[in-house]
């Protein structure tokens, strides 16, 4: 046994984890991608008895006899989202998950985020994270990692419903991928998001030469090459979440769902490629919830695990990022097939990409040390 039982670890602010490279978007889309080879071998676990569970979270009743009980508003989130991941990363972690749309009110963001990362032999601490930015860099990797796959090689133009954190991230897993986007079209809900998100990406990516403000959802997805939704709202009524029809779809779009999203029949046809981004996770939320499903996590993966349900689609007919990007199943076939990748979000995707800017940080001396104790007093 050793006698050594000193435990330190590091703090990583939000401008720490920037220094240590967490928007480093195409670094993170690398990282994606060996995840999901991961997780396509099984090397992984997440919580729940399919060890595909996104994660535990806190629910709040309409009414309580305690009247300093949080209320149900929009997308109020308490929320632990564990994973351990295999492979080069052998590590484990929890991401600590606030959320609430009145936060902006506030001038706060509607999350607010914190990381753990863990040894995974001892369980002791290696990093504690601030992990906005960590989330929303992996999210909108994602989408990229799909791009690589499943967008035409030739992409030239994104339709954009909203311009907010995650359409950034989005848009800039898209430029890793498809380098040859000139043009974006936006739709949001507010002039100064708007504003916010065109100095952004005259900023960031000058080549895309053409922004254009719309006012349509129609218009966003009218001879786009690549489509993603990343509007935020609430649940709970599939009729109020944004629509995909048919007759808007360009031959050869990805479409890549991250938010709340309807497709209209024509979309839902088997002549539609439909991938999710992990089946597992789908199949872990869709024991969780109340049915249907759709109603309470409004992504297009679970209206497909509806159908399923109902007997309108048959469950062969969904595809597995995982699988593609592993090899199994091939990716892009033709340039006229229409693809839709939902995007439901992990907790190994935190881990992976948190333990690569933990081992930044190490390498860069980033971060301040905390020691957790020289010997602890029970044991």
């Not at 080069?88 to 607010?112: H, M």
């Amino acid at each position: 046994m050793s006698d050594n039982t000193k435990i330190d670890f590091i703090y990583l602010s939000e401008q720490d984890m920037i220094k240590a490279g967490v928007t480093d978007m195409p670094k993170c889309v690398d990282t994606m991608e060996e995840m999901f080879v991961l997780l396509h071998q099984g090397d992984y676990r997440m919580a729940g008895p399919n060890s595909d569970s996104h994660g535990a979270m806190i629910t709040f009743p309409e009414e309580s006899p305690f009247p300093t009980m949080p209320k149900p508003t929009a997308d109020r989130r308490l929320m632990a989202m564990p994973a351990y991941l295999g492979g080069d990363f052998q590590t484990c972690g929890v991401k600590w998950y606030g959320s609430n749309i009145a936060n902006r009110e506030k001038g706060l963001p509607r999350s607010i985020l914190m990381m753990i990362l863990n040894d995974i032999d001892t369980g002791a601490p290696l990093a504690y994270m601030s992990a906005n930015l960590l989330s929303a860099y992996r999210t909108g990797a994602i989408p990229g990692v799909g791009a690589r796959h499943l967008a035409r090689k030739d992409s030239k133009v994104i339709g954009l419903l909203g311009p907010g954190v995650m359409g950034k991230t989005s848009v800039a897993a898209f430029m890793a991928a498809c380098p040859d986007i000139d043009t974006i079209k936006i739709k949001g809900r507010g002039q100064k998001s708007l504003d916010d998100f065109i100095a952004w990406t005259k900023e960031t990516f000058p080549q895309i030469t053409n922004i254009q403000i719309v006012d349509s959802i129609e218009a966003v997805v009218r001879d786009s090459d690549i489509v993603t939704y990343c509007n935020s709202g609430e649940t709970g009524d599939p009729s109020t979440y944004p629509m995909v029809k048919r007759e808007w779809v360009k031959a050869g779009a990805y479409l890549a769902m991250p938010a709340s999203c309807s497709l209209d029949d024509d979309m839902s046809k088997d002549d539609v490629r439909k991938v999710l981004d992990s089946s597992g996770l789908y199949e872990a939320w869709y024991e969780e919830v109340p049915k249907p499903a759709h109603n309470h996590i409004p992504l297009v993966g679970m209206r497909f695990m509806d159908m399923i349900e109902e007997g309108s689609m048959s469950k062969d007919k969904l595809e597995d990022l995982t699988e593609i990007v592993g090899g199994a199943t091939p990716g892009r076939q033709n340039d006229e097939e229409i693809i839709v990748l939902s995007v439901g979000g992990m907790p190994v995707e935190d881990v992976a990409w948190a333990t690569k800017i933990y081992r930044n940080a190490l390498e860069k001396n980033i971060g301040v040390k905390l020691n957790l104790w020289e010997t602890p007093v029970l044991r």
